[in-house]
């Protein structure tokens, strides 16, 4: 699964990991993230963040 860079304060999202204290299970592509969800760290909407080049 892809991860995702917050360019603001680089926070990854990893989808094995998900971000559990936000509700979103371990497993969750970050596309099926609802739009409205921010980074756990800086608040910044999902717009801030890009693919992680592996």
């Known amino acids: 699964m892809k ?5 603001p304060c680089g926070y990854i999202y990893d ?3 998900g971000d ?3 509700g979103i299970e371990p497993g969750t ?3 099926d993230i609802p739009d409205d969800w921010v980074c756990p760290l800086c608040g ?3 717009e801030d963040f890009e ?4």
């Not at 991860?3 to 360019?7: M, S």
């Open 3 to 7: 991860k995702y860079l917050c360019v």
């Open 15 to 17: 989808p094995e990991v």
């Open 20 to 22: 559990p204290d936000s």
């Open 29 to 31: 592509s970050f596309e």
């Open 44 to 46: 910044v909407g999902k």
């Open 51 to 54: 693919l992680v080049e592996e």
